[in-house]
């Protein structure tokens, strides 16, 4: 599956960011996706996952409370809602896709990958 992530910016701590992930090339709905991210220096980290219909998600601990993933299986798209962004949270953001209809947080289990938005949350 192609996929192609975008709504990364510049905000302010404090700010939120509503990033969208367009998947093309296999049928959406039978895939488990997920956002990762990676800051200069750092491992790629896991931030979100949902399974194919919503039915379950998981977080990073850092993500609870502030993010939201959710995904429209009609637009082929999912999508992660930032709010209260800290500086930390400043990293180039990948949505991922994996068949089958468990979550995964392993990078490794994920078989396709966007090209990344970048966040920048200044303090």
């Known amino acids: 599956v192609q996929l192609q992530a975008s709504g990364g910016g510049s905000v302010q701590a404090g700010g939120s960011l509503r990033l969208s992930c367009a998947a093309s090339?296999?049928?959406?709905?039978?895939?488990?996706m997920a956002w990762f991210r990676q800051a200069p220096g750092k491992e790629r980290e896991f931030v979100a996952a949902?399974?194919?219909?919503?039915?379950?998600?998981y977080y990073a601990k850092f993500a609870k409370g502030r993010f939201t993933i959710s995904r429209d299986n009609a637009k082929n798209r999912v999508y992660l809602q930032m709010n209260n962004l800290k500086p930390e949270d400043t990293a180039i953001y990948y949505c991922?896709?994996?068949?089958?209809?468990?979550?995964?947080?392993?990078?490794?289990?994920?078989?396709?990958w966007g090209q990344g938005t970048l966040v920048t949350v200044s303090s």
């Open positions: 991922a896709a994996r068949s089958g209809s468990f979550n995964s947080i392993r990078k490794d289990d994920y078989e396709d």
């Open positions: 949902i399974t194919w219909n919503g039915g379950s998600i």
């Open positions: 090339g296999r049928t959406f709905s039978s895939l488990s």
